[in-house]
């Protein structure tokens, strides 16, 4: 054994005899793992994951424990509904490759009434709220989420000030906390300790996961109900964990900006007046990434469906859904179509340039990442083949398998997240988090390099050191430039996905990267080069067979200088690898049960959305790196 290897058992025997978990925290943090790499390794994960203490994911019954879903994530088989009358699955899923980390993300909001309401032991088991849930799931999902999410109160059952829910709530907090700390497994697998701050006024969506550090978490999780604005849920976590606890760190990750009609990232107050620049800090400092994918569609930027020939970046159609809050696909006279101010991360970004220019701040400094959002407890189960549905979007059947498609045609098996970190710990992925070294990718795992600087030479991508370099003459995604007077030069290396044996990966078709800045004019403008590969490559997917056609990359290496640099425009830059043309997860489904939409008589149940005109048999999947900024002198 080695003296690392030595040295690292023996710190972790020693930390297993300590009671105290800080104390704990503090000596394993002084032991480096024995694959640490200081150039960094690319870990994959899921930060959004909800299980049975979910409110929507219990009323679809799913019956997944927070330990299971960690479980799941490191390779086991989960069963999931429906159930029969002796409570066996119905159905099971595994992956075909484990995860390096996750988080269980379960809605704070109603966690102390979901627990009330499935404890028989409880005096307020007999609620009328708690029979309606039970008795009518759906019905009571709708209550609930109505009273909770989108009206920030308590059920009446709760007390008046709300007291016998909080109390309520202690029990699963306890137990998700209890199921990161068993999961933990140093070095091997990371679980955080987390949950869902699910705030949606008028049904438009706010939402952000909260995601600490390590084990010093407050008593209770804060809820939209607890603090109702983005706001006060930073000032809360300010109060209850950074200044109120010894060791507490934690960040705020929004998703769903595609479903907030333009509430997420406001720049008026409630009261109308200018967010101020101490504001902009604060949330800054707590919002360092933002999801760019997952189950209910892609944030990245709008796509107008309507005259799809007018769009400058067609790729932006990419899982983007046709409603502009989520209330939209339950109620037709609440659906309205996308709008380019909508909450889309590209145009928030470009918003951001603009705010720092007024307030010497950026509020909207995002890294990208990607998760899945299951509500079935099913973590990084991205597979386009095998895709049985999230349950985040559509109510799962408690008694039967759904035919046909098992999902909303409009919905999507979710993305994951990667941190380039020297380690697989608690410590080296939180501190990835902060500097934004990191990406998301609609599902393949792709591996994605980018740096920008001013000295990387032109054969960069024939040398060995080109991540020693990357570092050492510049900084990687998520990293600021300062200005200068030299040509700004970007070095990206990116690889396919190999996939496994039963089911390879897609080729790369190209590598794009997109430019946001504030014109001379003072206006945000962007624009999207294509920097590596060809768009033009033929590649294909044959319908009848989802077999893959053409030729493509198996890696795509460039060094890049922006031929339109200007050393005194605020500027950001990320980039996108778009993979080769593949089948869809419902496409997958249509093949498998034979439908000809030339022969109604090949279109069973549940298997009407192959033959509609919204289905999109052929997608292209990617990788989306965080941005790098410029900062003019």
């Known amino acids: 054994m080695s003296y690392k290897s030595l040295r690292t058992l023996v710190v972790m025997i020693f930390s297993s005899l300590i009671t105290d978990l800080s104390v704990a925290d503090s000596v394993t943090n002084s032991a480096t793992c024995e694959d640490y790499n200081p150039h960094r390794t690319a870990f994959f994960g899921d930060t959004h994951i909800h299980s049975r203490y979910s409110l929507d994911a219990s009323t679809q019954d799913t019956r997944t424990t927070p330990e299971q879903a960690y479980e799941f994530a490191r390779g086991k088989k989960l069963g999931i509904q429906p159930w029969n009358s002796k409570g066996e699955a119905q159905r099971f899923l595994q992956l075909s490759r484990p995860l390096d980390f996750a988080m269980v993300s379960d809605h704070a909001e109603l966690l102390g009434e979901v627990s009330i309401c499935n404890n028989p032991e409880s005096e307020l088991y007999s609620s009328w709220q708690c029979v309606m849930l039970r008795d009518f799931p759906r019905g009571g999902y709708f209550l609930f989420n109505l009273v909770g999410m989108s009206e920030g109160k308590r059920l009446g059952f709760c007390g008046e000030s709300g007291e016998f829910c909080r109390q309520a709530a202690i029990g699963p907090w306890k137990k998700i906390q209890a199921a990161a700390e068993s999961a933990y497994d140093r070095c091997q697998f990371t679980s955080f300790i987390g949950y869902e701050w699910t705030g949606a006024p008028d049904s438009q969506n706010i939402h952000r996961n909260v995601i600490f550090k390590n084990n010093q978490v407050p008593e209770l999780p804060v809820s939209y109900i607890d603090g109702p604005s983005a706001e006060q849920l930073f000032q809360s976590l300010e109060k209850e964990c950074r200044e109120g606890k010894k060791g507490c760190d934690a960040l705020a990750i929004p998703h769903n900006s595609n479903l ?33 994918m997952q189950h209910k569609g892609s944030s990245e930027c709008y796509f107008n469906q309507a005259a799809p020939l007018n769009n400058a970046d067609e790729l932006c159609g990419f899982e983007q859904l046709p409603y502009n809050q989520f209330s939209g696909r339950t109620f037709s ?49 991205v597979d386009e083949k095998n895709f049985k549905g999230h349950g985040g979007a559509g109510s799962p059947n408690k008694d039967k398998v759904k035919p046909g498609l098992p999902d909303a045609l409009e919905y999507n098996p979710g993305g994951l997240a990667v941190l380039w970190a020297e380690e697989n710990t608690r410590e080296s992925l939180f501190s990835a988090m902060k500097r934004r070294e990191a990406y998301g990718t609609s599902g393949p795992r792709i591996s994605l390099r980018f740096f920008g600087g001013y000295e990387y030479p032109d054969n960069l991508c024939q040398s060995h050191d080109f991540v020693k370099e990357g570092y050492a003459k510049g900084v990687p995604m998520g990293g600021d430039l300062s200005g200068g007077d030299k040509p700004l030069t970007f070095s990206i290396s990116t690889l396919k996905d190999a996939g496994t044996q039963a089911n390879p990966g897609t080729s790369l078709q190209r590598v794009q990267v997109i430019k946001g800045w504030i014109d001379e004019k003072g206006e945000s403008r962007e624009k999207v080069f294509d920097v590596a590969g060809n768009p033009d490559n033929g590649a294909t997917v044959d319908l009848a067979t989802c077999e893959r056609k053409g030729e493509g990359f198996a890696s795509l290496c460039t060094v890049w200088k922006d031929p339109e640099f200007d050393p005194g425009q605020s500027a950001f830059y990320y980039t996108r690898v778009v993979e080769n043309p593949s089948c869809r997860w419902s496409q997958y489904i249509c093949n498998a049960n034979k439908v000809d939409c030339s022969k109604p008589e090949t279109i069973g149940e549940g298997l009407e959305g192959c033959c509609s005109p919204e289905h999109q048999p052929v997608i292209q999947e990617r990788a989306w790196s965080s941005p790098i900024w410029y900062i003019p002198s």
Request: aromatic letters at 8%; charged letters at 30%; glycine letters at 10%.
């Open 260 to 292: 907030s009609n333009g509430l997420m990232f406001p720049t008026l107050k409630k009261d109308g007046t200018p967010i101020t620049a101490e504001e902009a800090k604060l949330r800054a400092s707590y919002e360092k990434l933002v999801e760019v």
């Open 333 to 381: 006279f609440m659906k309205e179509a996308p709008k380019p101010s909508g909450g889309f991360i590209r145009q928030v970004l470009r918003e951001g340039l603009q705010q720092e220019k007024k307030l010497g701040e950026n509020p909207f400094k995002f890294g990208m990442i990607a998760s899945t959002d299951t509500h079935l407890g099913a973590p990084g189960e």
